[in-house]
């Protein structure tokens, strides 16, 4: 394969191969069997694992900017109305830490 394959979608695995069957072409991870769609020809299925792949740096960018936007939010209602229930804040809050905890993990 010329083109670097990006890591696994599905467990972040670098190593992945290409698999050709009756004349058309996937790619799949050596840990996880994970694979795209089998294809007519290598560089779409490269072109598809890697295009499967999320930006994980982005991603948890995006999760530090609405933990920090939620957290903002409470504490501006909290400084306003400290007696008031933010249950729904909490719960985004937790869910959006435990996200990022796996992320992390
Ligand atoms: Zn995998």
Partial sequence: MSEELKPCPFC???????????????????????????????????????????DLSTMREALDEAEKALQDSKDFILGQWPDVECNTIDKALARLRSVREVKNG
């Fill in 12 to 54: 972040g695995e670098d190593e992945a191969r290409s698999s050709l069957v009756c004349g058309e072409f996937a790619i799949m991870c050596n840990n996880c069997d994970g694979c795209t769609t089998y294809l007519d020809a290598e560089h779409e299925a490269i072109a598809a694992w890697n295009r499967r792949t999320p």
